[in-house]
Structures are given as C-alpha cells and as structure tokens.
C-alpha cells in the first residue's frame, strides 16, 4: 500500500525537529566555549580577536560544507552571524568589572 | 605546572571546530530533507508553505535554547535564516520543468 503522503511529511517532519535540537545543542556548546575562551583571554591578556583565526575558520567551514554538500556560502554566513554572536557575548565579558 | 595559556586556548579551538564540522553536517542534513520535502509536496499537490508548522518550530527552537542555555533570539534569527534558504531551494525544485 502507498504510504500517505501526510504520513511520510510527518516522518520527514520528526526528522528536521531533531536535528534542529542538535544544531540547538551544538550552539549552545559553542558560545559556552567561547565565553570560557573570552574569560580565559582576559585573564592571559591575550588579543581577543585573531583575524589569521577568524580566516582560517572561514575557510575551513567552506571546505567542510562543500564535502557534505551544503553551499559554502550559506555556511559561511551562518558561521559569521555565530561569530559574531560570540564577539558581542565576549564584549559583555571583557566589559564586566573584576570580580 | 600552570599549563601554558596559549596550548589551553588551543584545545577551547579544537572543540570549536568539532562543533561547526557538527553544525555543517547537520544542516547539510536538514536540506536534503527540505529538499525531499519541496518534491513530495509537489508530487502530491501539498501546499508548499505552511504557517502553522512554521510557527510550532519558532515556538520549539525557543523552548529548546532556553532549556540548552542559548539566547532564545539568536536560536529564532537562526533558524528563520535556515527556513529562509529552505524556501529558496524548495523554490528551485518547483520552477524545475517536469521531469
């Protein structure tokens, strides 16, 4: 018998919501890493930004989704709009009085 | 021994750069579903918006960041620039002549 095609819309329905928690996940993961790489750069008195960094991971991502077939430049958008998140998160941090 | 700033700061950017390769592969994911989507909504006259759907996944993408620790906001810009690329390759697939 045919599947119903509002059936098989579900399936593929329930499979988008679980990747979009683990993109949540992930997300989540990151910016607590990169408050930790904020406090940690604050407190070493190290540059916090790197543009040889920020390239770097540029390229990277662009190469990374053109092997799994996702287009580098919505990848590499999304990567800035993340890094750029990260930037204002860091900016709370180094603005924040000494504990 | 203290361990030296700059090798800690290394391995804060490892585990950053697993986590884009983790996001890349996910989204890489999530547009072959949408894309799948797009054609069986066509093969089966479904409609190809649904804002109801829509919607419930703004609503979960907030519940789940907010649960996970990320800024609700930047989950819901995120997943709007997601659905937004969605509709343009879905777009694609309907303006392809029958094959």
Redesign the interface.
Known sequence: MEPD??E??GV??N???E????????????????D??GA??R??G?PAQDPT?EAA?IG??RD??TT????PA??E???R?ILD?SVRNTRQILDAPDA
């Open positions: 095609p509002l098989a819309l593929m329905r499979r988008l919501d990747l979009d928690a683990g993109w949540v996940e992930i997300l989540a993961e990151r910016f607590r890493i990169t930790r790489v940690h750069k407190e070493h190290l960094r991971m990277r991502i990374l989704a799994a077939g996702l287009d919505f990848a958008r999304t990567l709009s998140e």
